[in-house]
């Protein structure tokens, strides 16, 4: 008589642990990518709203160095600060200083209105978005310019 010995897997025990392998690897790999898109997304609105602040903070800080003269150009969507040109570039959503000889100053920019309230009071308003519609994000402030003189053009 001849005996077998019983050591290693049956073919069963082998393809039952595959599938088991097979089923909490694709839970894992789902569970990660879901994780790695919610962080992009995040990211990117991150980014717009970096980037609307900055445009914010500059414009401001602009208008509170006390120039002589400010120009509300292009409907409301551009300024002219002592001949510093801050306008919006709606082919690339970018709002450029000086005409876009100058410095780019936040990109994924889609709106940049100046509203001019009781003939002394400037309304900005800046709105970022990513270029797939999502991630939108606005800032809002009033500013009184307190030695300037203000057109609007």
Do not use: C, W
């Amino acid at each position: 008589m001849v005996v077998k010995s019983n050591k290693g897997f049956t073919l069963v025990e082998l393809l039952v642990t595959l599938a088991l392998l097979g089923i909490v690897i694709s839970i894992y790999s789902s569970l990660y990518y879901s994780g790695y898109k919610s962080y992009k997304n995040t990211q990117y609105n991150i980014d717009i709203e970096q980037n609307v602040r900055y445009a914010m903070n500059y414009i401001v800080n602009q208008l509170d160095k006390g120039p002589s003269s400010i120009n509300i150009i292009d409907n409301g969507h551009g300024l002219v600060i002592d001949g510093n040109y801050i306008q919006l570039d709606t082919k690339d959503n970018k709002i450029y200083l000086d005409q876009n000889r100058g410095h780019e100053i936040a990109t994924n920019i889609v709106e940049f209105n100046v509203i001019l309230k009781n003939n002394k009071v400037l309304n900005i308003e800046i709105v970022g978005q990513n270029s797939d519609g999502t991630g939108r994000f606005s800032l809002t402030t009033d500013i009184f310019p307190r030695k300037s003189v203000i057109n609007v053009k």
